[in-house]
């Protein structure tokens, strides 16, 4: 919650939270898991505060298309680079 409290509307991304705790991933096959706890622990934060819900809706949006963008990135890499030789 502290990277939230320096500016609530920020974009949080795994690499970030990592960042935060000094820690590094390793294959990063857990991101997909850390965006969907960030948007858990986001739409908690934002439930708290005094948000408008336009403010909520509009931010959870934008995060969960970019977490879906990111997962279809994320399944075709893995689809061309996982070749049976």
Not at 25 to 50: K, L, S, W
């Amino acid at each position: 919650m502290g990277l939230l409290d320096e500016d609530c509307w920020q974009l949080i991304v795994p690499a970030k939270v990592y960042h935060a705790m000094e820690k590094r991933g390793r294959c990063c096959g857990c991101f997909p898991n850390v965006v969907d706890i960030i948007i858990r622990t986001t739409e908690q934060y934002h439930a708290h505060r005094d948000s408008t819900d336009a403010e909520i809706f509009d931010f959870m949006t934008r995060l969960r298309q970019f977490h879906d963008d990111n997962r279809r990135a994320d399944l075709e890499r893995r689809q061309k680079s996982h070749r049976a030789a």
